[in-house]
């Protein structure tokens, strides 16, 4: 295993450095979404007319609209008025984000079943992120829900290349292996190349660093805690953490002693939050 994992290692490593790695890049309709939002003189019309002409994102825009979350009392089914009750930024981040879930899609069955782990773990870290966003920080619900739908997007170019060489994806356990060493600054990389804010350029590798210093409480330290929540409980080394070495939790006010009983209290908002995503 070490071999195949040495070599994979190898390549990968030596395909950054010479920019020969293949990174994915957004689906058009949210490069077109993030152009409008760094506009300041685009409005909401316009931004309908990009998302209106994808049929499913404009519905799960809708469905967005209608969630518990959003706190509006009256139902509604029509993009513009979605729009209106979303705001620009907020449609914007989610729009992005959940337009990418189309790249979480492989024609081997071994890896679109990856892919689509993948992306149903990035949505539940999301929707944890977004309540505990509104609940202990005052930082951007929207922004960190988008910081939760990437935490994982290294993973991609991974399993595109895992595709292409069948030792690798016939080896699970070394998969994985490359997975863990090399996803988080793959991933950073992407987010750069697709100028995301610089606040969540990072997110990919800070979050799994339990001992970063940083002032206040930031988008990866919610993609840190939300991660955990998810794995809370199960047999993952992630479900195994000491939580009070990880310095995320006192950023945001959680007690380490109480985060499970602290997390019922908002278990409904967090399944709310991640049906709107799903």
Not at 25 to 51: G, N
Not at 76 to 83: G, S, V, Y
Not at 209 to 229: G, H, K
Request: with cysteine.
């Amino acid at each position: 295993m070490n071999d195949i994992f040495d070599r994979v290692k190898h390549d990968i490593i030596s395909a950054i450095k010479n920019d020969e790695l293949v990174l994915p890049t957004l689906p058009e309709v949210a490069i077109k979404v993030r152009d409008i939002a760094m506009d300041p003189d685009a409005t909401l019309d316009q931004l309908m007319s990009v998302i209106g002409t994808d049929p499913s994102l404009s519905a799960r825009i809708i469905k967005v609209a209608n969630s518990p979350l959003i706190r509006a009392s009256q139902k509604i089914d029509d993009l513009k008025t979605a729009l209106m009750r979303l705001g620009m930024a907020y449609t914007c981040n989610i729009a992005t984000g959940l337009a990418m879930e189309q790249m979480f899609q492989a024609t081997s069955d071994i890896i679109d079943k990856r892919l689509r782990e993948t992306w149903n773990r990035a949505a539940e870290v999301a929707g944890i992120c977004h309540v505990l966003c509104r609940y202990r920080t005052k930082l951007l619900p929207d922004q960190a829900t988008l910081a939760g739908l990437v935490h994982q997007i290294g993973v991609l170019p991974i399993l595109t290349y895992a595709e292409d060489h069948g030792k690798l994806l016939n080896n699970s356990l070394t998969l994985d292996s490359v997975i863990e060493k090399l996803a988080p600054a793959i991933g950073n990389r992407i987010l750069q190349t697709w100028d995301f804010p610089p606040e969540i350029q990072k997110v990919p590798s800070q979050h799994l660093d339990f001992s970063r210093e940083v002032e206040q409480a930031d988008y990866a330290d919610l993609v840190t805690v939300s991660l955990l929540q998810s794995y809370m409980g199960t047999q993952h080394p992630f479900g195994k953490i000491n939580y009070h070495k990880v310095k995320a939790f006192i950023r945001l006010g959680l007690d380490p002693d109480m985060q499970e009983t602290e997390m019922e209290d908002l278990s409904d908002e967090m399944e709310a939050a991640k049906e709107m995503l799903l």
